[in-house]
Nanobody, 117 residues
Framework: QVQLVESGGGLVQAGGSLWLSCAAS????????TGWYRQAPGKERELVAR???????HYANSVKGRFTISRDKAKNTINLQMASLKPEDTAVYYC???????????WGQGTQVTVSS
């Protein structure tokens, strides 16, 4: 069974930058999209950014212009470059790989991002 391992979270001051990475434990050929979600305390999990197989990207309005998602298909990894971080970006960030045949969403374990004011 494929596992996703995230890295790169941590504590940063407002205005700073962080880089998140998510690696699949083995090669996956049936991926239709990959992305990042986040969940802040007391809030629902929300989409941050996603990228489809054709390279199309979609960002939440709250992170547009500050975050960049990228995917390395050869290495089965996705990354999230976060800049100009704000305290409201504080959350646990989860990566997700969406597959077809079978249709499934595989989630990472989550990594904490804390932005201090």
């Amino acid at each position: 069974q494929v596992q996703l391992v995230e890295s790169g979270g941590g504590l940063v001051q407002a205005g700073g930058s962080l880089w998140l990475s998510c690696a699949a434990s083995k090669t996956m050929v049936n991926i239709i999209f990959t992305g990042w979600y986040r969940q802040a305390p007391g809030k629902e999990r929300e989409l941050v950014a996603r990228i489809t197989n054709d390279g199309s990207t979609h960002y939440a309005n709250s992170v547009k212009g500050r975050f960049t998602i990228s995917r390395d298909k050869a290495k089965n990894t996705i990354n999230l470059q976060m800049a100009s971080l704000k305290p409201e970006d504080t959350a646990v960030y989860y990566c997700v790989f969406g597959t077809i045949l079978p249709r499934a969403d595989i989630w990472g374990q989550g990594t904490q991002v804390t932005v201090s004011s």
